[in-house]
């Protein structure tokens, strides 16, 4: 069983910068890709950033030059460095991983981001 808890959302002017955290608790943290995802009101949730367990990152084109995903292996944690946001960005962000080898998936429970002046 995984369990992903986000932290760091918040409510930001434009151009401003935020740091999101998502805290891994399961097993073998190493083989999970983790990625962010975001979901606007009345809008499908969509990729923000994925990176592998052995450090292949992959964007939105959305947000690609803002923002940056990371992890630590030993904190078991990974991250999202978003820098330059826009209204747009506005969202409830989620944390999420995937087994590589059998493919389940596990979300978090969410953290709100608001960009606004």
């Known amino acids: 069983q995984v369990t992903l808890v986000e932290s760091g959302g918040g409510l930001v002017q434009p151009g401003g910068s935020l740091t999101l955290s998502c805290a891994f608790s399961?097993?073998?943290?190493?083989?999970?890709?983790m990625g962010w995802y975001r979901q606007a009101p009345g809008k499908q949730r969509e990729l923000v950033a994925v990176i592998t367990g052995g450090g292949s990152r992959n964007y939105a084109d959305s947000v690609k030059g803002r923002f940056t995903i990371s992890r630590d292996n030993d904190k078991e944690s990974v991250y999202l460095q978003m820098n330059t946001l826009k209204p747009e960005d506005t969202a409830v962000y989620y944390c999420?991983?995937?087994?590589?080898?059998?493919?389940?998936?596990?979300w978090g429970q969410g953290t709100q981001v608001i960009v606004s002046s």
């Open positions: 399961g097993i073998i943290f190493s083989i999970y890709d």
């Open positions: 999420n991983s995937r087994n590589q080898y059998s493919g389940r998936s596990y």
